[in-house]
């Protein structure tokens, strides 16, 4: 961030002057912004290093730390305060009011990224599980294409496992197949909603029933050697899960650039396993074939990858691993990065020490896992439905929507359930990504639907007025000014949450980002309750104001684009 980047500047220049180690410069937003804008605790670090005492290096630092654009005060034990001066303040605003990017330091080399995310499991409805991969994966692809990368999504699909081999067991008996088997007949008309009930069917059978589930894993064998028949089979399942899966994606405002599954990858599985026995890291053990991944420096157990089975099937580490090379292959990327629960830790440490040994991939290749935490209930168990079944994903929609529309009927007088809908998914969007992703979360369905307090429809509803407001206005001159109390702390959370979106590609997580939008929402309701905006009589006055709203508002625009948000024309 532009503005952050400058101050520390200054405080490294101070200590490159002083004799000080420039690593120890330190600058963050102000912890008592009644007494400054920003502060920096480098004294305390430097106290120990230079055996002085924190206030006297903090005095040394402020007597050389001079800037026309800000103030700077120590503050016992050791703190420097720093707080900006008014033109500085107007010019940052200014700048706010040109840049597309919010300030932020965006990428001048673009990298090329893979974001796998989503991972449905073709022929299962999408449940809550799936919820947080699709809104963080969304969310964090959107950060990185507005710092400038070159990104490509691919949800990944589960498609090729056992699940495929007991859904089609389950479907020979619901349905006349003779189309496929017999080449004769039309082809039968299976729905998504017929797959949502033949499957779990068929799982639950297969628990209890040993010859049923030997009879799927036969067909699971033999459509992973592209038998004919239960290939095109196998492709159809696929087609209609597709759809299904892109039309509830798409009322998250979730989609892909590839709908790739682990089907597209088993043609490179031939590949992974010259190179693994070229470079001998395939060990023999009880009939599988594993790889040794464990380091000497683990301290934490860390079991070896089993890459085929003694059955001689690949497993799901074998399809990432060949998924890796594929996206190698195709694309050539910089990084790949994944979103899943936090169970699947292991695994995704495991496959990526096993690319990192075979050199799949240019050593520079750089392979991140962002796990998350569960989507729990009030009861603070994972969410359910009502009756401790699982929730799948549109009954969730509906419900947030059936909130929505009651919050609705309460502040208009008018039942609206498209508009509804739109607010619902933006209050689970937002409740889910304004907790740091590896943290568990309680789904509070009244709470996050709220109008009040730290919600999407909140967020939703300030921009909502405040495009109002600005359409109300018509033409205005532009002027920029910080000159009262308000106006500055709205500055001060744009400046945030320019450093917010910095932090969420970093971190690969909304929260930051969620928190400081919430902060300058809120900070804009203040101006709006204290100052007469459309009716001010002082036009200059008048003028900042608008100007300063223009820019609120497409920080807000930007904001609701990376978390995925719809915006409503009203509310
Ligand atoms: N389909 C998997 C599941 O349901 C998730 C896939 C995650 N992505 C991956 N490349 N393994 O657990």
């Known amino acids: 961030m532009q503005v952050i980047e400058e101050i520390k500047q200054k405080l490294q220049e101070t200590f490159e002057k002083l004799g000080y180690p420039t690593e120890l410069v330190s600058l963050s937003f102000s912890d008592r912004p009644e007494l400054c804008d920003f502060q920096s605790n480098s004294a305390f670090a430097l106290a120990k290093v230079l055996k002085n005492a924190p206030i006297k290096i903090a005095e040394n630092i402020a007597q050389e730390l001079k800037s026309d654009n800000f103030k700077v005060e120590v503050c016992a034990p050791g ?33 090329t990224i893979i974001i796998d995310y989503g991972g449905p499991n073709v022929a299962k409805p999408l449940h809550v599980g799936h919820l947080r991969s699709a809104i963080l994966g969304e969310t964090v692809k959107r950060i990185a294409k507005f710092m400038g990368d070159n990104v490509i999504s691919d949800v ?43 499957y779990p069917a068929a799982s639950a059978r297969s628990k ?112 990432d691993i060949a998924t890796i090379l594929e996206r190698v292959e195709k694309y050539n990327p910089d990084e790949i990065w994944y979103t899943t629960d936090n169970r699947q830790c292991m ?62 009927v309460e502040n208009t007088g008018k039942s609206d359930r498209q508009l509804a809908q739109m607010i619902g998914v933006s209050a689970l969007k937002f409740g889910d990504m304004i907790n740091f992703r ?28 405040i495009n109002s407001i600005l359409q109300k206005a018509g033409e205005f001159e532009r002027k920029y000014a910080v000159k009262d109390e308000i106006s500055k702390n709205i500055l001060l959370s744009l400046i945030k949450l320019s450093v917010e979106i910095e932090n969420g590609y970093e971190d690969k997580s909304a929260s930051g980002i969620c928190q400081s939008a919430y902060n300058l929402a809120s900070n804009f309701s203040t101006l709006y309750s204290n ?29 609701c684009n990376l978390l995925a948000l719809d915006i409503p024309e009203k509310m």
Not at 83 to 104: C, P, R, V, W
Not at 161 to 186: H, V, W
Not at 531 to 559: C, G, H, M, P
Request: proline fraction near 3%; aromatic fraction near 10%; glycine fraction near 6%.
């Open 79 to 111: 703190f420097i305060n720093i707080s900006l001066n008014e033109g500085y303040l107007t010019k940052i605003l200014n700048d706010f009011a040109t840049s597309e990017k919010l300030l932020t330091k965006t990428h001048k080399q673009p990298k």
């Open 156 to 198: 990944h699909l589960g498609d090729w496992g056992l699940q495929m081999g007991l859904t089609i067991a389950g479907l020979e008996e619901k349905f006349d197949l003779s189309y496929y088997f017999k080449n004769e007949g039309k082809k039968p008309d299976i729905t998504m909603e017929d797959l949502n009930r033949i």
């Open 208 to 319: 209890t029933d040993e010859e049923f589930k030997k009879y799927a894993q036969n067909i699971t064998t033999k459509l992973q050697n592209k038998d004919k028949i239960y290939y095109s089979i196998w492709q159809d399942i696929r087609k209609i899960s597709v759809e299904a899966i892109k039309s509830e994606y798409s009322k998250l405002n979730v989609s892909f650039d590839l709908f790739n599954g682990e089907s597209d990858s088993q043609d490179y599985v031939p590949k992974v396993f010259e190179i693994l026995n070229k470079q001998n890291l395939i060990e023999k053990s009880e009939g599988a074939e594993i790889v040794n991944v464990a380091r000497e420096d683990d301290n934490a157990p860390m079991p070896p990858v089993i890459v085929r089975s003694s059955a001689g099937a690949g497993l799901y580490a074998t399809t």
């Open 347 to 408: 695994h995704f440490n495991q496959v990526f020490r096993v690319c990192k040994l075979a050199h799949i991939g240019n050593d520079n290749l750089k392979l991140v896992h962002f796990p998350f935490g569960t989507v729990n209930g009030i009861d603070g168990k994972p969410f359910k439905t009502r009756d401790g079944g699982t929730m799948h994903l549109c009954q969730l929609i509906e419900l947030v929507t059936e909130a929505s529309d009651k919050k609705l």
């Open 438 to 465: 590896t943290k568990d979360y309680v789904l509070d369905i009244e709470k996050f639907c709220s109008f009040d307090g730290k919600t999407g429809p909140y967020i939703l509803y300030s921009l909502v007025r």
């Open 531 to 559: 100052e007469k905006i459309l009716s001010q009589k002082d036009i200059d006055r008048k003028n900042e104001l608008l100007s300063l709203l223009e820019v609120v508002q497409k920080a807000l625009t930007i904001i």
